[in-house]
């Protein structure tokens, strides 16, 4: 019976909605209402006569997820709470206690020390597993990836009390690890292929790559460099800003970069300033079916402005 009474109030509801976005003039005062005061009188229809709770909350960001989704395969929405989370990798840094893990058969293993962290600093090594993190067991939980980092990660000068199990010793050894800033670099790679022909991988463009390319051309350069192998296969891009930059140490005065041109935004072009470090020696830009955004942006410049081969 009471399924019945929900349902039928559901159906007027809905039949109500739909007479009020049927009439001439719907809304008050009778104002023509645009997509977004349209979209805001469902939210007050729903909040009115809705039968149950509504998480109002999620139903806003799945709808904006869902608008942006239909867009194009680039646009996309990232909630408050995982913006921190995804800037990461641009911003340069996150705060954790600096290791890479995998999760074996419900087992975590650690990967990698980063050299230099907080991890590195009391001790851990690459093959020790993670049993517990302060008191809660990770151990055979079947615990994923996204609630591992939450346990580890935390904000700078803050303890975590983990638990190990290494292999070739009998009992557990307990470290506790100050959390701190963990540096996350953009160029990966660094090396002389042949004694005039140095290599570089970028994996992102973030707020740190200029400063690392800088170092890393200095240290080529030193080595004997003229000519660069630039490495892009699989950079899914990262800030426009930096994209520029980065192709302005490429070209001499006045040349076109890029440009930028909406419906809604004047046309907007970058050019080179002639200030940049790497005018003459040859080029080969690496890319492949990963590479976006920003990478297409500095091949593209690269290729129309015949500066190398892509």
Request: aromatic letters at 10%; charged letters at 25%.
């Amino acid at each position: 019976m009471k399924t019945g009474i929900k349902f039928s109030l559901l159906l007027i509801f809905f039949f109500t909605a739909l007479i009020s976005f049927a009439q001439p003039g719907f809304g008050e005062n009778k104002r023509k209402y645009d997509q977004a005061d349209k979209f805001a009188e469902v939210l007050t229809l729903v909040r009115s006569y809705y039968t149950d709770t509504v998480n109002e909350e999620k139903l806003v960001e799945d709808a904006i997820s869902k608008a942006l989704e239909d867009l194009d395969p680039h646009s996309s929405y990232v909630p408050a709470k995982d913006v921190k989370r995804a800037e990461e990798g641009l911003v340069g840094n996150f705060e954790g206690i600096g290791i890479t893990f995998q999760i074996l058969k419900d087992t975590i293993l650690v990967l990698e020390v980063i050299p230099g962290g907080p991890s590195e600093k009391v001790g851990l090594q690459a093959g020790d597993k993670i049993i517990r993190v302060n008191d809660t067991l990770l151990a055979g939980v079947k615990i994923e990836n996204e609630g591992v980092i939450k346990k580890l990660r935390g904000p700078k000068g803050t303890k975590v009390r983990i638990t190990m199990l290494r292999k070739g010793e009998r009992e557990l050894i307990d470290f506790t690890i100050t959390r701190d800033k963990i540096p996350i670099y953009s160029i990966t790679a660094s090396y002389m292929v042949t004694p005039t022909v140095g290599y570089i991988r970028l994996e992102r463009f973030s707020a740190t790559t200029m400063q690392e390319f800088s170092q890393a051309t200095e240290k080529l350069r030193a080595q004997g460099m003229t000519d660069l192998i630039f490495d892009l296969q699989g950079n899914v891009g990262g800030y426009l800003y930096t994209a520029v930059d980065l192709c302005n140490q490429f070209l001499g005065d006045n040349k076109l970069i890029v440009y930028t041109q909406g419906v809604h935004a004047p046309y907007q072009p970058y050019f080179s300033n002639n200030r940049g470090f790497f005018k003459d020696g040859k080029i080969v830009v690496m890319i492949d079916e990963g590479s976006a955004s920003a990478a297409e942006i500095l091949s593209g410049c690269i290729q129309d402005n015949d500066r190398g081969l892509l």
